[in-house]
T-cell receptor
Framework: DAGITQSPRHKVTETGTPVTLRCHQT?????MYWYRQDPGHGLRLIHY???????DKGEVSDGYSVSRSKTEDFLLTLESATSSQTSVYFC?????????????FGPGTRLTVL | SQQGEEDPQALSIQEGENATMNCSYK?????LQWYRQNSGRGLVHLIL?????REKHSGRLRVTLDTSKKSSSLLITASRAADTASYFC?????????????FGKGTKLTVNP
């Protein structure tokens, strides 16, 4: 699992409330990613980071912000959660080396916005 | 979009049979990868094939890549019930100076014992 943990693993919240999801890695990888997975859409990239304080938008970034103040943690924030953000969120890291483009995924966070 | 599209969306076979899944994409890629996802779990990387490669093997997995047709196939030989999972192709290409993976919607494979 490349030392990736996500917290919380499950969360139920109400529309309009802020939510922060945390991804933690233990192996000092430079690249980290946040995806959401929805039926019929596969995985879609929300934001990614290529270093401390270096982040960029993905395909579905509206309504989400991220922060990376240290290498091991990548936070995804929903400033004001909406029902359309009900989804399973996966964090991933990208390894360096022979398979430079391989990504390893965390176990996911199931978020329900009521 | 360069998004890969898997075909079929769902596949049901008997244990011992071979399973073939296909992936098509739209733009030039650096490499193509296949991932597996068991129900309720994260994705697990299976195999990567670079754009200058045509075929790759890993255990019971065989991947082919045809860049002229912008397509790839994943063959699982002698399938087992434990192979039941969703399989995703992901294309890697450089966009805006950085390399990103774009995932398809997946093929749901069921292997019946």
């Amino acid at each position: 699992d490349a030392g990736i943990t996500q917290s919380p693993r499950h969360k139920v919240t109400e529309t309009g409330t802020p939510v922060t999801l945390r991804c933690h890695q233990t192996e000092n990888h430079r690249y980290m990613y946040w995806y959401r997975q929805d039926p019929g859409h596969g995985l879609r990239l929300i934001h990614y980071s290529y270093g401390v304080k270096d982040t960029d938008k993905g395909e579905v970034s509206d309504g989400y912000s991220v922060s990376r103040s240290k290498t091991e943690d990548f936070l995804l924030t929903l400033e004001s959660a909406t029902s359309s953000q009900t989804s399973v969120y996966f964090c991933a890291i990208r390894t360096n080396g022979l398979f430079t483009d391989t990504q390893y995924f965390g176990p996911g966070t199931r978020l329900t916005v009521l | 979009s360069q998004q890969g599209e898997e075909d079929p969306q769902a596949l049901s076979i008997q244990e011992g049979e071979n399973a073939t899944m296909n992936c098509s994409y739209k733009t030039s890629i650096n490499n193509l990868q296949w991932y597996r996802q068991n129900s309720g779990r994260g994705l697990v990387h299976l195999i990567l094939i670079r754009s200058n490669e045509r075929e790759k093997h890993s255990g019971r997995l065989r991947v082919t890549l045809d860049t002229s047709k912008k397509s790839s196939s994943l063959l699982i030989t002698a399938s087992r019930a434990a192979d039941t999972a969703s399989y995703f192709c992901a294309t890697a290409a450089t966009q805006g100076g950085s390399e990103k993976l774009v995932f398809g919607k997946g093929t749901k494979l069921t292997v019946n014992p």
